[in-house]
């Protein structure tokens, strides 16, 4: 483990590029969902609070509202405060979501280091990175969905019926094409004698 970034050539530059602007595109998901969630559980909170006192001025009722919390406490919260046809269900959906989020925060940039990367721990991480924004986009399409007809009050646009596969195209249709010309064969790792002999030819012509 040295520095992050090296005078040492990156095998796979495009490639590399690909995956971390896929990891950062995942991470703008990850934000957004987090911050929905925390926008929905306001709004349930404010509507009890001027249910349980109407008289109260609106300044007052806000300022009385709870602070933000975790996304683990937010998830809670929402969860208590509605009444969903059928709880087990969203809040497995929220639940995986959260889990993605985090993946997401704390592992989707962690490819390596750069002049290591081989090809192959590239597309093996990138498989991890779309797992995860997969449980994270249905959970970011429900948590939407809500954002919209609370606001707009009227039902969601057609938007929700292909937006997970929406969010997968958009971070990883070029990653996507780059990995179908990648040849995984030619970008092993080399045998010690493949090594020595590398070496030994580069000392030779210096």
Known sequence: MSWSLSVRATRNPELVDAVLLAAGKSLYI?????????????????????????IRSLEDTLASLPPDRKLHQ????????????????????????REARNFIAHEGMNVGLLPELRAVSLAEHAARLRSAVSDLAVGDNLVS??????????????????????????IFGELDRLLESVDFSQDRELTIREALQRRKAASSGS
């Open 30 to 54: 990850a934000n957004a969902f987090e911050a929905k969630c925390k926008s929905v559980l306001q709004i349930f909170n404010l509507v009890t609070a001027v249910e349980a006192d109407s």
């Open 145 to 170: 969905t809500w954002c919209y007809e609370i606001s707009e009050r009227e039902p969601a646009p057609s938007i929700r019926n292909h937006y997970p596969e929406m969010v997968d195209g958009w």
């Open 74 to 97: 937010t998830i809670q919260g929402i969860l208590a405060h509605e009444d969903f046809g059928d709880r087990a269900s969203v809040s497995e959906v929220l639940g995986k979501a």
